[in-house]
C-alpha cells in the first residue's frame, strides 16, 4: 500500500508565505506525477499545481507567479507566496504512481488546511 502525507499548513495574513510538503511511501516503483489540489467547504476539489515525472509543471491561473512546485525523489513542495484569502482550503496531494508488483494506480493524502486571513 502506498501512503501520501501533507503538511506545513497553517494560518497566515495576506501577502504572507507557507511551504506545503508532500510525501509518499510505500512500495512505490515509479512516480509518474505529484499534484496538489485545493477544497474550500463544499466546492469542487481543484487543481492548484502538478509536476509530472520529467519534472515538467502545470499551474491553475489563478496561482501563476505566486506559486511554484517542485519534487525531490517521493517530496513534493509546493512553496506559495503572495498568498489571498482565496487561496484558502485544504490542500491535498494525490500521487500517481506505479507500485511494485501492480499496475498504475492514484493516491491521497489527508489534507492540510491553509487559512488566509487577517
Known amino acids: 500500500q502506498v501512503r501520501v502525507v501533507e503538511s506545513g499548513g497553517g494560518s497566515v495574513q495576506p501577502g504572507g508565505s507557507l511551504r506545503l510538503s508532500c510525501v509518499a511511501s510505500?512500495?512505490?516503483?515509479?512516480?509518474?506525477?505529484m499534484t496538489w489540489h485545493r477544497q474550500e467547504g463544499g466546492r469542487e476539489r481543484v487543481l492548484v499545481a502538478s509536476i509530472g515525472g520529467n519534472g515538467g509543471t502545470n499551474y491553475a491561473d489563478s496561482v501563476k507567479g505566486r506559486f511554484t512546485i517542485s519534487r525531490d525523489q517521493k517530496t513534493a513542495f509546493l512553496q506559495m507566496s503572495s498568498l489571498r484569502p482565496e487561496d484558502t482550503g485544504v490542500y491535498y496531494c494525490?500521487?500517481?504512481?506505479?507500485?511494485?508488483?501492480?499496475?498504475?494506480?492514484?493516491?491521497w493524502g489527508q489534507g492540510t488546511q491553509v487559512t488566509i486571513s487577517q
Open positions: 494525490s500521487v500517481d504512481v506505479v507500485e511494485v508488483g501492480r499496475s498504475r494506480r492514484s493516491f
Open positions: 510505500g512500495r512505490i516503483l515509479s512516480i509518474n506525477s
